[in-house]
């Protein structure tokens, strides 16, 4: 209850950054994306992640005003890194719950015309849980941000329970494979072929690809001899405050 109490003030009073981690190509290392990641400087906790706060986000319906915040800033910023001819997309994760709290194409296009970013450079990241109930709605929603131009990824892909219709039904056009496939990845263990299967998959559904959680130089060569094409992960950056990630592509690429 007082975290409720906590997490309404918290909007009001700037106490939520967000931070960006780089998306890379496999083969040049060059970014290609960042993806918006929202952090609480708590005033008394301290930094809070938001897998300890967005699950009272989304039971408490605040998820509507932060989500909208959080999209309205990360395009905001991205827009301004492209004025300054920093060019990489921006990918944001939503909630399924945002459907029923005004996020809608409407909202969306006037976001994206406020702050200037071109709808395809935003890629909205959902889950397979989003997509479990299947159902017409979920889908219209869905379709009516790609009719904006926008890009839809799946997040966290191959820990759902669902099956994989929803890749034929629903207008994905990329897929992030869980970091748990990641993990003990090495060229010739188990997860190689469970990583190859994906990506050969991907391939012929022409889904890209990205690999989330990253961390070694024998993961990322494994990953790139497989044939996946995006990475992710602590081995190339933690997600950073805007001004730091600007620091670090300009040191870094
Ligand atoms: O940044 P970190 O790895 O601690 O994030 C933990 C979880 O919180 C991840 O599953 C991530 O998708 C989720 N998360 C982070 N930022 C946002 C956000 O802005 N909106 C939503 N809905 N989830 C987020
Ligand atoms: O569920 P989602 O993929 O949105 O979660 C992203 C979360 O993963 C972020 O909280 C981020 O901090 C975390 N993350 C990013 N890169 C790595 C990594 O290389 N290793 C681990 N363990 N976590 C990572
Ligand atoms: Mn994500
Ligand atoms: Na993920």
């Known amino acids: 209850m007082e975290m409720e109490q906590d997490l309404r003030l918290a909007l009001e009073q700037n106490q939520l950054e967000i931070y960006y981690q780089p998306l890379v190509r496999a083969q040049s290392g060059r970014v290609t994306g960042v993806e918006a990641l929202l952090r609480w400087h708590h005033p008394t906790q301290g930094m809070i992640p938001p897998d300890q706060f967005i699950p009272l986000a989304e039971d408490t319906g605040l998820i509507g005003p932060i989500g909208q915040w959080i999209l309205e800033t990360a395009c905001r910023q991205v827009s301004q890194w492209h004025q300054q001819g920093l060019k990489f997309y921006l990918s944001v994760n939503i909630s399924g719950r945002q459907r029923d709290l005004g996020l809608d194409a409407e909202l969306l296009s006037s976001i994206l015309e406020r702050t200037e970013l071109a709808a395809g450079q935003l890629v909205l990241e959902i889950t397979e849980g989003m997509l479990l109930d299947n159902s017409d709605e979920t889908i219209a929603w869905l379709q009516s941000f790609c009719d904006l131009g926008i890009h839809l990824a799946i997040d ?46 991907a391939r012929s559904l022409k889904l890209r690809l990205i690999a989330e959680g990253v961390e070694t130089a024998e993961q990322r060569s494994a990953l790139f001899r497989l044939g996946c094409e995006y990475l992710q992960g602590y081995h190339f950056s933690r997600p950073l405050p805007a001004d730091q990630l600007v620091n670090w592509i300009q040191a870094y690429q």
């Open 156 to 201: 966290d892909f191959g820990t759902g329970y669902s099956s994989l219709s929803y890749l034929k039904r629903f207008p994905i056009d990329t897929l992030k494979i869980d970091r748990e496939f990641i993990r003990e990845l090495t060229l010739d263990n188990e997860d190689a072929l469970l990583v190859e299967a994906i990506i050969s998959m």
